[in-house]
C-alpha cells in the first residue's frame, strides 16, 4: 500500500466492504475500488481496519483509553464475529430456501437484544460516547442487513437512534451499498 | 482489574475461554475462575484479549510491523469471526441432532482450506514467523474443536504441525481444557 493508490476489493452489498469504506472516507484515504462479486466471508475486515488504524492514525477509530478501546472492539466483535457471520449469504444458502429469512431474522434479533443492552451503558451520540469509532462502523452495515432482511427494529431504540446519526455523517453516505460502482441500476440512490 | 486479582469467567470447553487463558498464561497474570457452565457467544474474547496486550505489553502477542500485525489479526479473524461461530454450540442446537456433526465438519472444513493456505505463505514455527501470537491463541482452540467433531486433519498439514509445536508450550497446557476447575474428572488428563 506504499506505492500507488490502494486497491478495495469490494462488493457493493457486502457489509464486510461497506465497514472498510467507511474508515477509508473517515481516514480521507484515496482507492480505487475493484469490484468482486462474490465476496469472500471469514473477518478479515477487522484485520484491515486495524491496519488502517495503525498506519493511518488520523481521525483515530479507536479512543485512547484502553478500557474504551475495549468496549469498541467489543461491540465490533460482537457485531463481526457474533452476528453477521451467521446471518451471511453462504451460511443461508445452506438452509433451506424456507427457512433462510427466519434463521437471519433470529440470529440478528438474538445479537440484537444483547447488543442493545450494551449500547445503553455505552452509547452516546455514537456507540461508545461521542467519537465515532470502529463499533460505529460495525453497526451500519449490520442495521442495514436487518432491514433488508426485514427485522422489525421496534425494540431496539438505541440501536436506531445511533444508526440514524451516522447515517447523517458524509463518510456513511459515501461508502452506503447504494452509491458503489457495482451497484446495479435498480439499486441506486 | 486494578484492584484485587482479575477473575476470568470460564467454561473448561469453550475455545473463547481457553483463547483468554493462553493469553494470562503468556503474560504472567494471575487470575481466579469463576466457572459459568453457559458460554455466551460472540468475539468478546478478541477484545479482552486486545485489551490485555495494551495494558500489559510484556510478552507482546502482536508482533510490531503493522503488516505482520495485520497478518496477525486476518488470522485471528479468520478463525474467531470466520469458523469458531459457526460451529459452536448455540449454532449447532438450531440444527437437527442427525445434522449437527456433518455441519460442524463442514464449516471447520471449509475454514481450515482457507487457513491452511494463508498459513502456508505465514508460519515459520508459529502461525506468524516464529513468534507467539494472538493467532496462535485462536488457533490452537480452534484444532481441539475440530477434533471433538471428528473432522479429518490430513490435508492440513501446516495447521497440524503448528497445533503440535504450540502444544508443546506450558501456556498452552495450564489453559488447556482436560486441566480446569470446572473440567469434570472423566476429561481430566
Known amino acids: 500500500m506504499q506505492a500507488g493508490k490502494p486497491i ?22 484515496d482507492y480505487e475500488t475493484v469490484p468482486v462479486n462474490l465476496v469472500k466471508d471469514g473477518g478479515q ?3 484491515i481496519i486495524e491496519y488502517l488504524e495503525e498506519t493511518r492514525p488520523t481521525p483515530r477509530l479507536l479512543p485512547l483509553d484502553p478500557k474504551k478501546r475495549c468496549l469498541v472492539r467489543m461491540i465490533s466483535d460482537l457485531i463481526a464475529s457474533g452476528i453477521q457471520p451467521l446471518q451471511n449469504l453462504s451460511v443461508l444458502q445452506q ?11 433470529k440470529v440478528i434479533n438474538s445479537g440484537f437484544n444483547a447488543l442493545e443492552q450494551v449500547l445503553q451503558n455505552t452509547a452516546g451520540k455514537y456507540c461508545v460516547g461521542d467519537e465515532v469509532s470502529m463499533a460505529d ?3 451500519v452495515p449490520q442495521v442495514a442487513n436487518a432491514e433488508r432482511y426485514k427485522v422489525d427494529l421496534t425494540p431496539y431504540p438505541t440501536i436506531r437512534h445511533i444508526n440514524k446519526s451516522l447515517l447523517a455523517l458524509e463518510a456513511f453516505q459515501v461508502s452506503h451499498p447504494c452509491r458503489q460502482p457495482d451497484t446495479p441500476p435498480e439499486l441506486r440512490a
Chains 1, 2 share one sequence.
Open 95 to 105: 438452509m433451506g430456501q424456507e427457512n433462510r429469512l427466519t434463521w437471519a431474522q
Open 45 to 47: 475486515q477487522l484485520a
Open 8 to 29: 478495495l476489493y469490494s462488493y457493493f452489498r457486502s457489509s464486510c466492504s461497506w465497514r472498510v469504506r467507511i474508515a477509508l472516507a473517515l481516514k480521507s484515504i
Open 137 to 139: 462502523l460495525c453497526l
